[in-house]
Nanobody, 122 residues
């Protein structure tokens, strides 16, 4: 009943920039925390950045100063702007959202997007 759709992945050169977005749709009453995670081949999925409903942010040390997470609550959308990209940023990026649905009893459930590939290479 809730879907997260990501867009904006692709191939960029080292030092370049890329922006990805994730829009939630469906039976949504409220979205609490949202975040971006990534997973490279052979590695565990890791947190990239999170943002609360009030706009407080948290970043992995590896992306601080380079990535910016933001959200538009009216659009149920979270964004990730990636600057100064490095080859080690190459991964599948996954959107996550903690969603309270419109049904009762109320529940807050984490949802995941399908992932979008970001490749940083010359």
């Amino acid at each position: 009943q809730v879907q997260l759709v990501e867009s904006g992945g692709g191939l960029v050169q080292p030092g370049g920039s890329l922006s990805v977005s994730c829009a939630a749709s469906g039976s949504i009453f409220r979205i609490n925390d949202m975040g971006w995670y990534r997973q490279a081949p052979g590695k565990e999925r890791e947190l990239v950045a999170t943002i609360t409903s009030d706009g407080s942010t948290n970043y992995a040390d590896s992306v601080k100063g380079r990535f910016t997470i933001s959200r538009d609550n009216a659009k149920n959308t979270v964004y990730l702007l990636m600057n100064s990209l490095k080859p080690e940023d190459t991964a599948v990026y996954y959107c996550n959202a903690a969603v309270r649905g419109t049904g009762t009893p109320w529940r807050v459930i984490p949802y995941w997007g399908q992932g979008t590939q970001v490749t940083v290479s010359s």
